[in-house]
């Protein structure tokens, strides 16, 4: 039988059991060397935005552990540095943090170029790496200790694409980033268009650092598209919103794949960003939504009420947001891995991963062969009223699409 998992958001009622907790970690604690885990995350450069709340997460874990005693008897110790949203110092701060400063353990870093970048090293080191933020192509290249936590890049766009035509729409537009990430999500856009019978009339990328998206746009309207799909990041999910209001570009549906999901980006664009939809792998939400109204959705996210709570309450002000559960959950699922292996060793940990079909705050974590995540269920949202509303899959949904998108000339 399959040892039961670690919850690590779960309290242990009564002083009883916290007294026992307690005891147990002294008596195996104490005198012992810290479980030293390290990670480079963005905190500066293009992806600073996005990297901050996954670091949250990975704190927030790592004290939720400690109270609980640890692991393998010892405290753990995380230590974070800044890569400034470089895949080669991403490279080199894994190099230093496993073969010079010899930390026990990795978190994986934001992005997947950093990923792939850093894939080499933890590759090298046969140190396992649960990668919390990475499209699936870099885990065909026969590497034996990269896991994907996410839903690939490859799905982001079933739920759009299914959307639209079941609302009737048969032409889509696509603009990205040429970045591997991006490109991923528009050639997976392209493939679940044609399945769904859409006509992609539109597929072209514009070089990282772009700022001035107007030729751009000029094409889409142009084409004449209804539904027009981004592949982003933050900065230029916001421009590319407040350009195309200026330029007066109107699809039907506008669906933007990253940076739409934190709050920052209602809160740089106010009433522009109403009707925009997005793509998320998780929300917090799932908390206390219940699908079709009755049956509560948190049961697919075990222990989401408390990582909520004991985020808010740790990190007041700070945005709750999907990030911050990639984090959070990749954590959980590598402590779980470490512990049902009994050891550090690599390999050992390596198939405790391969074996696992766990549910953490994030949801389901199970994958093939390659890594690559099979078990998580991406959604689709739009921003109503302020707020992120799921509207795919309908199952998990409590409202429907507000549909479709006004022109820009009829909003206030």
Known sequence: MEPAPVNLARSIPGAAGLAAVWLMWVTTAQGQPPLRIGASLSQSGSYAELGTPMRLGYQLCVKHANERGGLLGRRLELTVEDDRSDPAAGARIYEELIGRQRVDAVFSPYSTPITDSVGD??????????????????????????????????????????LAARRGLRTIAIIHEDTLFPKTIARSTEDFARKRGLEVVLSEAYPKGTADFSAFLAKVRASGAEVLVAGTYFEDSVAITRQMRALDVNPKMFVVTVGVVTEKFY??????????????????????ARAGGLIPVARQYAGIREFVDAHRAEY???????????????????????????????????????????????????VDGDGVQVGHKMLLFQWQAGQKAIVWPEELAPRPPRFPTPPWRQRP
């Open 121 to 162: 090293v933890i590759e090298k080191h046969r140190m396992p790496m649960i990668a919390v933020s990475a499209s699936a192509s870099i885990f065909r290249k026969g590497r034996k200790f990269l896991f994907q936590l996410l839903s690939p890049a490859e799905i982001y766009s079933e739920g759009l694409t299914d």
């Open 267 to 288: 809160e740089a664009l106010g009433r522009d960003a109403e009707f925009v939809y997005g793509t998320a792998q998780w929300e917090p939400v799932l908390a206390t």
């Open 316 to 366: 007041p002000g700070a945005p709750l947001n999907h990030f911050s559960a990639w984090g959070y959950g990749g954590c959980q699922v590598l402590l779980e891995a470490v512990r049902r292996a009994g050891s550090l060793n690599g390999a050992r940990v390596r198939e405790a991963i391969l074996a696992m079909d766990f549910t953490s705050v994030f949801g389901t974590f199970r």
